[in-house]
């Protein structure tokens, strides 16, 4: 009884966010425009202080690297996998590869991982970020700019790379970590004011994530089959492949804890990016109809799924 309990007290957050979110929308509390307002502060100042704080206390092993290296072949192969599926359901949309790959990291899988298991188990849900945000800004943005026939420079990426708040966030963690500085980095006069200050605005991401998942989340009728079709592939194809891979990958030959398990199974089971429609080129206003609708489809179904496995490893 005491570990059902746990697990509902676990999840129900992230029910009640999710709720509150829906109901802000019903009750017009929240608009869109205070939404948009909302998503440039947690993806320019609460989800860098979580990158960075988690970086800062994470033990960084060679064998990372691996687990690292699997995660950005794993999104390349997606890819094409995306495309074959494409072409033997003869599918009309031209951005259909787009949602067999990458990952809606930050603005779901954090919320989601952080909410349920804390977020001082967050460093394994961070390392497989690094490599997977390498992969949506130098491969996964290429294809997609692209495809609406824009081909962006090296130089034009590599600013956005080195200028995004999270990668800042990330790489200037890591290397306070790596050189050990760390320590003397929480030795100084008010340091711990400052990283109190800093878990505090990393504390408010989950909660902000969610409440604005729960207000966005409205699906149609429109192509509706379709995107159960899609998300049913993807999902009935990742999950299979995230249990195996965590049971033969990264318990047996990599050996890392349960909680590189539970990180690993989270990101593969969520939605694709959201950046897509933004991205998308002029005229297709069905296909981006239909992409939002899978987008909201799949989110729904990933927290169900998420809820589902937290309830049989509430424990990492």
């Not at 790489?171 to 050990?180: D, E, H, R, V």
């Not at 200050?197 to 966005?216: K, Q, R, S, V, Y």
Request: charged share 15%; with cysteine; glycine share 6%.
């Amino acid at each position: 009884m005491s570990e059902t309990i746990f697990v509902i007290n676990a999840i129900f957050p992230i029910l009640l966010l999710l709720g509150t979110g829906h109901l802000l929308r019903r009750t017009s509390l929240f608009n869109d425009s205070t939404v948009n307002s909302l998503k440039k502060v947690v993806v320019n100042i609460t989800l860098p202080a979580v990158l960075f704080t988690s970086f800062l206390d994470t033990s960084l092993e060679r064998r990372y690297l691996l687990l690292m290296a699997l995660v950005f072949a794993l999104c390349i192969v997606l890819y094409f996998f995306g495309r074959w599926v494409k072409n033997l359901l003869k599918e009309k949309w031209e951005y259909y590869p787009f949602l067999y790959t990458g990952f809606e990291f930050g603005m779901l899988g954090l919320s989601l991982f952080g909410t349920a298991y804390g977020l001082s188990n967050f460093g394994s849900m961070a390392i497989l970020g690094l490599p997977h945000e390498f992969f949506i800004w130098f491969v996964y943005l290429t294809l997609l700019k692209k495809e609406g026939n824009q081909t962006p420079s090296v130089g034009e990426l590599l600013k956005s790379f080195i200028t995004s708040p999270l990668i800042i966030a990330i790489f200037l963690s890591i290397t306070i970590n790596l050189l050990g500085l760390t320590s003397t980095l929480k030795g100084f006069l008010l340091s711990d004011g400052i990283f109190q200050f800093l878990d505090t605005l990393a504390g408010l991401t989950g909660p902000l994530i969610l409440l604005m998942i729960g207000f966005e989340i409205h699906i149609k009728k429109d192509n509706l089959k379709s995107s159960i079709e899609m998300v049913g592939i993807r999902l009935g194809t990742l999950i299979p492949l995230a249990l195996l891979l965590n049971h033969f990958v990264i318990n047996l030959a990599l050996g890392l804890e349960k909680k590189f398990q539970a990180a690993f199974f989270t990101l593969l089971i969520l939605p694709p990016p959201f950046i897509i429609p933004i991205f998308m080129k002029k005229g297709l206003d069905d296909e981006k109809a239909f992409i939002n609708n899978t987008l909201m489809l799949h989110t729904v179904t990933s927290i169900v799924v998420f809820i589902i496995y937290f309830a049989m490893n509430p424990h990492i």
